[in-house]
């Protein structure tokens, strides 16, 4: 199951999120 990339991209994207609005 792709759930380890699904993990990795949440990640970045709640990085990315965090830089974008707090």
Do not use: C, Q, T, V
């Not at 199951?1 to 707090?22: T, V």
């Amino acid at each position: 199951a792709p759930f380890r990339s699904f993990a990795s991209m949440r990640d970045e994207w709640a990085l990315k999120n965090r830089y974008i609005s707090p």
